[in-house]
């Protein structure tokens, strides 16, 4: 199992580009994250899907949309790329039941000129 | 916001020595999860506690939940090399909340 994966790994973009980070999860999980994760601020939750066919926003949605394409992939897509998105992205399942625990993918580092 | 706060943010060890780091909730958690995070990786399950006053360890982390249920924290004994990454605690409700995290450096 590959558990998940992100593609990019990299990405430099110029203000006001467009682009989307991939994710996809071997593992049959239900549930699905995108966060990001800047120096000092943790990691703060922007979009996350409870199931296929569904997304809801978490604190930082703004300048982001997400697609929950089937059970396996969940994408982020920035649609007019700014400075302030520069930041390392992650994603990550989550299995269901009492013990939860959250899988994350290797992280996109994206720098926004 | 945040529903989870660490401290310290910052932990520097010299290798050998103990230390603890604490996560903090003004509600009550339904539980408590830890993830350590290595210097340009990606955030790594450690545990979850689930009942109050529950106490886990591995190897030399032991996780403890508080009994209101509003506070853990992670005790590092015999601190080496291979501790040094950012802990986070995160809250398990349906977003999971994470903290912003302490982050471990180590004097050999």
């Known amino acids: 199992n590959a558990g998940v994966t992100q593609t990019p790994k990299f990405q430099v973009l110029k203000t006001g580009q467009s682009m989307t980070l991939q994710c996809a999860q071997d593992?049959?999980?239900?549930?699905m994250y995108w966060y990001r994760q800047d120096p000092g601020m943790g990691l703060r939750l922007i979009y996350y899907?409870?199931?296929?066919?569904?997304?809801d926003k978490g604190e930082v949605p703004n300048g982001y949309n997400v697609s929950r394409l089937n059970k396996r992939e969940f994408s982020l897509r920035l649609e007019s790329a700014a400075p302030s998105q520069t930041s390392v992205y992650f994603c990550?399942?989550?299995?269901?039941?009492?013990?939860?625990?959250?899988?994350f993918g290797p992280g996109t580092r994206l720098t926004v000129l | 916001g945040q529903q989870v706060m660490q401290i310290p943010q910052y932990q520097h060890v010299q290798e050998g020595e103990d230390f603890t780091t604490y996560c903090n909730s003004s509600?009550?958690?339904?539980?408590i999860q830890w993830y350590k995070q290595r210097p340009g990786g990606h955030p790594v399950f450690l545990i979850q506690?689930?009942?109050?006053?529950e106490v886990k360890k591995q190897k030399r982390l032991t996780f403890q939940f508080g009994e209101a249920k509003k506070n853990s924290s992670l005790h590092i004994t015999a601190t080496q090399t291979t501790d040094v990454g950012t802990y986070f605690c995160?809250?398990?409700?349906?977003?999971?909340?994470f903290g912003a995290g302490t982050t471990v450096t180590v004097r050999a």
């Open positions: 509600t009550t958690l339904s539980n």
């Open positions: 995160a809250s398990n409700d349906y977003k999971l909340s």
């Open positions: 990550a399942s989550r299995t269901q039941g009492i013990y939860n625990e959250q899988f």
């Open positions: 593992m049959n999980h239900n549930s």
């Open positions: 899907s409870a199931s296929e066919g569904t997304t």
């Open positions: 506690l689930v009942k109050s006053g």
